[in-house]
Structures are given as structure tokens and as C-alpha cells.
């Protein structure tokens, strides 16, 4: 299938910026979604922002605006540059990608897979 490696979480103050990247390897050319969910403490997860192969892009109402998706499709990248950060945007972010295939049966294969997560914490 495919595996996800996240990179770029970290300490920032509100109002600052980070790039958050992620690195797919495996089956990458069945990716149909690729993008970024976050949990916070006591929450559950939920999406931030994905990008379909397609091009097609959606946000999270609460980073419409602050937060921008982007792939590089040759590279098997995808990024998430979050600007204008707020202490509510503090959580762990997690990749994921799903999609599907034949595999060698010639029978469909349907996945979502997971990075492991990058801690983001916004505060002064």
C-alpha cells in the first residue's frame, strides 16, 4: 500500500508560521487522496486539508484562508504551510493518503493509510 513519513512539526508562537511535509513511498501512484488530519487533546481527529489527484482541493472551515495544501506529485510530497498559527491549531497532524488498486489476484484493494504524526504546539 502506501507509507507515510510527516516532518516539519514544532514549537511556534501565534501568529507565526510552519511547513509541515510528508514523504510517500509504496503503491504511491494509487493515492486518489492525499492530506493532513489533526487531534488535539481530548478531541477527536479531524480533517485539515486534502488534495484529490485530481487537483482538488478541501479545507477545514478553521484554516480556510491561514492554512495551504500543496503536492509534488514527482517528488511523492505533500505539504501543508500554516500561517497566522493560533494556540487552537496546537495538535498532532497526521498524513494520510487512501486509494485502491488490483493486486495480483486482480481483486480490488481499498485503503487509507497513516503517518505517525507530528506534534505542532502554538504559545507564547
Do not use: H
Not at 510528508?22 to 481530548?42: N, V
Amino acid at each position: 500500500q502506501v507509507q507515510l513519513v510527516e516532518s516539519g512539526g514544532g514549537l511556534v508562537q501565534p501568529g507565526g508560521s510552519l511547513r509541515l511535509s510528508c514523504a510517500a513511498s509504496g503503491k504511491t501512484f494509487s493515492i486518489s487522496d492525499i492530506g493532513w488530519y489533526r487531534q488535539a487533546p481530548g478531541k477527536e481527529r479531524s480533517l485539515v486539508a486534502s488534495i484529490t489527484a485530481g487537483g482538488g482541493i478541501v479545507y477545514a472551515d478553521t484554516v480556510k484562508g491561514r492554512f495551504i495544501i500543496t503536492r509534488d506529485i514527482d517528488k511523492n510530497m505533500v505539504y501543508l504551510q500554516m500561517n497566522s498559527l493560533k494556540p487552537e491549531d496546537t495538535a498532532v497532524y497526521y498524513c494520510f493518503a487512501k486509494g485502491g488498486y488490483n493486486n495480483d489476484e486482480d481483486a480490488p484493494v481499498r485503503y487509507k493509510s497513516w503517518g505517525t504524526g507530528t506534534q505542532v504546539q502554538v504559545r507564547d
